[in-house]
């Protein structure tokens, strides 16, 4: 089962600010909420029934008693702040090596904690049937992005990726209902990228982001959302790892997006290895 605590601080950030409010109160009170009926949180958190209902459904729990059996079945091990661990100017290869495993672990695990299974099979299909699939990016955000054209051009997916920004105007301009631009920014404020989304909006495309866990401009502009969980610090180290979770993500979409059609995906990739193979 998930640790319901870990999906709570994972998504406070997404919440509207009276969830947000439950939520707080919630992880400051974990053991008595888990004893407490939703009317006795709802009169101790000052909140009502209805908004406590409305965050369990953000933070993808079934109802309250499912987000009270997830947090009483969590590890307490699980609960520490592990994120404090940072490196330091005359840090050890070891402490290094355990800091960036450590960054790059949590990342993973909080990031496919917070996107929804069934969020992710509808991206899934969207990019499937797309006449067409727009991959942009700025910085390190257009490397994450290429990585993706890359593997889905090995399924022979009509795909690219955009780096500069008239490039990505002038695509989203010829976009159509049939097409889907998949846009990555961590900030979610990259005005680039918020840019060639409204154009895309504007001429139907389907849009799909994928940002950090907080409510941002590029995030609203979509009508689907993948979320990065990572906690930058001052040295960075958990820039690396922000990398890896959406790499990771990335994954998952792919593999999913090939066995769809998986007898094609085969002959597809049978094909592009044949060729790489002979040269």
Same mark, same amino acid.
């Not at 009169?43 to 029934?49: D, L, M, N, V």
């Not at 079945?73 to 404090?84: L, P, R, Y």
């Not at 500069?164 to 301009?173: E, M, P, Y």
């Not at 990259?190 to 918020?194: F, G």
């Given at each position: 089962m998930e640790n319901g605590i870990e999906?709570? &601080?994972?998504g406070i950030e997404l919440l509207k600010p009276a969830e947000k409010n439950v939520a707080i109160y919630i992880l400051q009170h974990l053991e008595d909420v888990i004893r407490m009926s939703i009317a006795v949180l709802a %009169?101790? =958190? #000052?909140?009502?029934?209805a908004t406590i209902i409305r965050m369990c459904r953000a933070l993808n729990f079934s109802g309250f008693k499912d987000l009270k059996l997830s947090i009483a079945? =969590?590890?307490?091990?699980?609960?520490? #702040?592990?994120?404090?661990f940072e490196l330091k100017k005359d840090s050890t290869i070891l402490q290094m090596v355990q800091t960036i495993e450590t960054h790059n672990i949590e990342a993973i695990q909080r990031t496919l904690m917070i996107n929804d299974e069934r969020e992710l099979e509808k991206i899934m299909h969207q990019m499937n049937n797309a006449r067409k699939i727009i991959f942009i990016g700025i910085g390190a955000s257009a490397i994450v992005a290429q990585d993706f054209e890359h593997k889905l051009k090995r399924i022979n997916k009509n795909c690219e990726t955009i780096f500069?920004?008239?490039?990505?105007?002038? @695509? @989203?301009?010829h976009l159509t209902s049939e097409d889907v631009l998949f846009a990555i920014s961590y900030s979610g404020e990259? #005005? %680039?990228?918020?840019n060639a989304l409204s154009v895309a909006k504007q001429n139907k495309a389907t849009i799909i982001t994928m940002t950090q866990n907080k409510r941002n401009t590029v995030q609203s502009l979509g009508h689907y959302a993948l979320y990065i969980v990572s906690y930058e610090a001052d040295i960075r180290s958990s820039a690396t790892s922000s990398r890896i979770a959406q790499?990771?993500?990335i994954d998952i979409l792919y593999t999913g997006i090939a066995t769809l059609d998986y007898d094609k995906s085969v002959? @597809?990739?049978n &094909?592009?290895? %044949?060729?790489?193979n002979s040269f």
């Open positions: 999906r709570i &601080r994972s %009169e101790r =958190a #000052k909140t009502s029934e079945t =969590a590890s307490t091990i699980t609960v520490q #702040k592990s994120h404090n500069d920004s008239h490039g990505q105007l002038i @695509a @989203a301009t990259t #005005k %680039e990228i918020i790499l990771t993500l002959v @597809a990739l &094909r592009t290895l %044949e060729v790489i």
